[in-house]
C-alpha cells in the first residue's frame, strides 16, 4: 500500500511538472481591434537568467525569409507578482527577457499579414487573417518561442464567438461552446498545424483508416465543403492505392479559404500550402465546380507531402532552425518528387489519359528551360534562399523531370518491376515521421534501398551534382514514346495567346495588350482577339496591376475542355478610341508548334509496350 501511494505521487509529480513545463497561449478572438489580436504566454518554469523570445524568420515550406517578428508589437514580460521586467529587442524576431527567473507572463499585440501595409509580403497561404468573423492562423505568424526550448509542449486556449468553428488538425483536447483547447508536442508541430476559425462549413469523408476533414468559408456560400467530396474523394483514393493501399497519416484536414469577388491577394498569388496532416487553401471564390476541380488539381501534389517530407526528410528539416535555417540537398525530391508523384498517380490510376500526362511533362520541360542550367540543382538547392532564390521555382519543372526519368530509369533496370513509386515507400519504411537521414547520404542510400548502387551513384553524379542534360529522349524510347525537339501536337489553349511571346504591356493603359504573333486558332478564331487588344475583364473579373497575376494563374488552375470563357477587351474604334468588347467561346484543344512534343510510337514492340504499361499503365483516350 505505501509503495503504491510513493507511485502515485510521483506519478501526479511528474504530471504537475510536465504541465509547468508546458508553454501555454491564451487568445481571445471576441477581442479585435484594428486586425490586432492581444496574445498571453503562460511562461514554462525554466529557471534561466536571461529568456530569448523569438518569433521564425522562416518555416518550412516556404523558402523565402518573412521574419514574422516584424508584425509583434507591445511585447512584455511580467513576474509572478505582475511586476513588468525589462525586455530589450535586439533584432527583429528576438525579445531579451532580462533576470526571467521570476518570469511568469509574456504579453504583445500581434498583426495579421493579409491587411499589412509592411513590405516583403507573405504568401497568404503562409499568412495570417484576422477579421471578426474569420481567423486564419498559420500560428508562425501568431504564436512565438523560447530559443533551445521549442522542443517544450505547446498548449492553445482560444476564447472565440460560439458562432465560429476551428478547423485544424491539431488534436483538440478541451473546450466548449464558445472555447478551444489545443495541444501538441512541440513548437515545430504547432508550426505544422494551421487552424481556420470561420463558420462550421465541414465535412468528414473516410480514405481507408483515414480520416479527412474539409473545412470552407465561402463569403457567399456559393462554395460548400460537402460539395467538394466529389473532387477531392477520387485523388485520394487515387493516391492511396499509389501508395499501397494505406495513407501513412490518420487524419488529415483541408481547409479552404475563398475571397469574395473584387479582393485580391497582396503577394499576387493564390494557392495552398502544405503541412504533414493538413494544407491551406487561399483562392478567388468561384462556381463550386471550379473550385472543386481546383482543389483537386492542388491536392494531388499538396496531399503527397505526407510522404516527403513528413515521412522521408533530412535532418535540416526534422530539428529546422527558425532563425537561420540550414537548407538541404534534396529540394528535387520534396518539391520535384511530390509534383511529379502528383502527375504519375493520375495517369497510373486512370485519372488523366496518357497523352494529358505527356503533356503536362513537356510543359515542364519548357518551364525548365528558362532556368539556369548550369547550376547543380544540389546546389540550387542549398542556396535557394540566397544567390540563387530566383532559381528555386525551378523544382516543379526540372525537379519533376528528374523524378520521371529516375522513375523510367529505375523501371528499365528491373524490368519494369521497381520505380519510385515503390522507391518513396521503401524509404518511408526505413525512415518514417521520427526518423531524419543525413543530407549526404540520401544518394548512397537510395543506391542500397533499390539494390542498383553503381547505377543510382552514376544517375545522381550525372544529373543532380553535374548539370548534364537528362537523357529524356533515350528514357522515352524505352518506353515507346518519340520526342522531339519541336513539333505540332494538340494542347488545350488555356487564353488563346502564348503567355511568353503574345502579351506586352501597355503603360499608359496599365493593361496587358495582345500582340497577333502570338494569338493562337482558339484565340483568333473562335474567342476573336485581335492584336492590340487590351485585356480589361476575364472571367468578370478586372485585371489590374494588383489583381492580373492572381485572376489568370486562379483561372488556369480551373481551365478545361469545354469550359466557357468570358474577356471583355477593350478595342479601338475608327476614331482610334478603346471601346469595351465582350468576347466568349469554348475552351478546346488546337495545333500548336512547341518545344519538346511526345507522341505515343504506334509502332511500339512488345517489350517497349510492357515498359509503358509498367511505367504510367494502359490510360488511353
Not at 30 to 43: C, F, G, Q, T, W
Not at 361 to 384: N, V, Y
Not at 430 to 438: D, L
Not at 469 to 498: A, C, D, H, R, W
Request: hydrophobic content about 40%; some cysteine.
Amino acid at each position: 500500500m505505501k509503495k503504491s501511494l510513493l507511485n502515485t505521487f510521483a506519478f501526479i509529480f511528474i504530471c504537475l511538472n510536465l504541465s509547468a513545463q508546458t508553454c501555454e497561449y491564451k487568445v481571445n478572438l471576441n477581442n479585435v481591434e484594428d486586425d490586432e489580436l492581444e496574445i498571453e504566454l503562460l511562461v514554462p518554469q525554466l529557471k534561466q537568467k536571461d529568456l530569448y523570445f523569438q518569433m521564425p524568420a522562416m518555416v518550412p515550406g516556404t523558402y523565402s525569409v518573412y521574419n514574422f517578428g516584424r508584425f509583434v508589437s507591445d511585447l512584455r514580460a511580467f513576474d509572478t507578482e505582475d511586476n513588468e521586467l525589462t525586455v530589450e529587442h535586439p533584432d527583429v524576431n528576438t525579445w531579451k527577457i532580462v533576470n526571467a527567473k521570476k518570469a511568469a507572463k509574456v504579453t504583445y499585440r500581434i498583426e495579421d499579414s493579409w491587411d499589412t501595409k509592411k513590405s516583403n509580403v507573405i504568401f497568404e497561404p503562409a499568412g495570417t487573417n484576422i477579421d471578426e468573423d474569420v481567423f486564419v492562423f498559420n500560428n508562425h505568424g501568431i504564436f512565438g518561442y523560447f530559443r533551445k526550448y521549442e522542443k517544450l509542449p505547446f498548449k492553445l486556449v482560444i476564447d472565440r464567438p460560439k458562432e465560429l468553428f476551428g478547423g485544424t488538425a491539431m488534436k483538440r483536447s478541451g473546450g466548449d461552446e464558445d472555447t478551444d483547447i489545443f495541444e501538441c508536442e512541440s513548437y515545430n508541430s504547432l508550426v505544422d498545424n494551421p487552424i481556420l476559425f470561420a463558420k462550421p462549413d465541414t465535412a468528414t469523408i473516410q480514405v481507408g483508416k483515414t480520416s479527412v476533414l474539409i473545412h470552407t468559408h465561402s463569403p457567399t456560400g456559393m462554395v460548400n465543403s460537402k460539395g467538394m467530396i466529389a473532387d477531392i474523394k477520387p485523388i485520394l483514393e487515387a493516391q492511396r492505392a499509389y501508395l499501397g493501399g494505406t495513407l501513412p497519416v490518420d487524419n488529415y484536414a483541408f481547409l479552404i479559404f475563398l475571397n469574395k469577388e473584387g479582393d485580391f491577394y497582396l503577394s499576387g498569388s493564390a494557392g495552398a500550402l502544405e503541412h504533414s496532416y493538413s494544407s491551406f487553401y487561399c483562392m478567388f471564390e468561384g462556381e463550386q465546380s471550379a473550385i472543386g476541380q481546383t482543389v483537386r488539381d492542388v491536392a494531388a501534389h499538396e496531399f503527397f507531402h505526407i510522404v516527403t517530407p513528413l515521412n522521408i526528410h533530412s535532418e535540416q528539416i526534422h530539428d529546422f532552425d527558425f532563425i537561420n535555417p540550414e537548407m538541404s540537398r534534396h529540394l528535387w525530391l520534396y518539391e520535384g518528387g511530390t509534383e511529379y508523384a502528383a502527375q504519375h498517380v493520375q495517369v497510373k490510376q486512370g485519372l488523366m489519359p496518357v497523352e494529358q500526362f505527356l503533356t503536362a511533362m513537356s510543359q515542364k520541360m519548357r518551364q525548365a528551360d528558362m532556368f539556369d542550367a548550369s547550376i547543380p540543382f544540389t546546389t540550387m538547392s542549398l542556396t535557394c534562399l540566397d544567390e540563387n532564390k530566383t532559381q528555386y521555382v525551378n523544382v516543379y519543372s526540372q525537379g519533376a523531370l528528374i523524378n520521371m526519368c529516375l522513375d523510367m530509369k529505375l523501371r528499365i533496370l528491373s524490368d519494369g518491376q521497381y520505380g519510385t513509386q515503390k522507391l518513396m515507400q521503401d524509404l518511408a519504411k526505413k525512415y518514417g515521421i521520427n526518423k531524419a537521414f543525413k543530407d549526404k547520404s540520401l544518394f548512397k542510400e537510395i543506391g542500397k534501398v533499390t539494390g542498383y548502387k553503381k547505377e543510382m551513384k552514376d544517375f545522381f553524379a550525372r544529373y543532380l551534382d553535374g548539370v548534364e542534360k537528362l537523357p529524356i529522349e533515350e528514357l522515352m524510347s524505352e518506353m515507346g514514346i518519340s520526342y522531339q525537339e519541336t513539333g505540332v501536337v494538340n494542347e488545350l489553349s488555356q487564353f488563346g495567346f502564348s503567355p511568353n511571346t503574345g502579351i506586352t504591356f501597355n503603360f499608359q493603359k496599365k493593361l496587358l495588350e495582345l500582340l497577333d504573333a502570338g494569338l493562337d486558332p482558339f484565340g483568333k478564331d473562335i474567342i476573336g482577339f485581335k492584336g492590340g487588344d487590351l485585356l480589361y475583364k476575364w472571367q468578370g473579373q478586372e485585371l489590374t496591376m494588383k489583381t492580373v497575376q492572381a485572376v489568370l494563374t486562379q483561372y488556369a488552375m480551373t481551365a478545361s475542355e469545354g469550359a466557357e470563357l468570358q474577356v471583355v477587351v477593350l478595342r479601338k474604334n475608327a476614331e482610334g478610341e478603346y471601346e469595351e468588347k465582350e468576347l466568349k467561346g469554348k475552351l478546346k484543344e488546337v495545333p500548336v508548334e512547341v518545344k519538346h512534343a511526345f507522341t505515343i510510337n504506334s509502332e511500339a514492340t512488345p517489350e517497349q509496350l510492357k515498359m509503358r504499361k509498367a511505367w504510367i499503365g494502359n490510360s488511353r483516350k
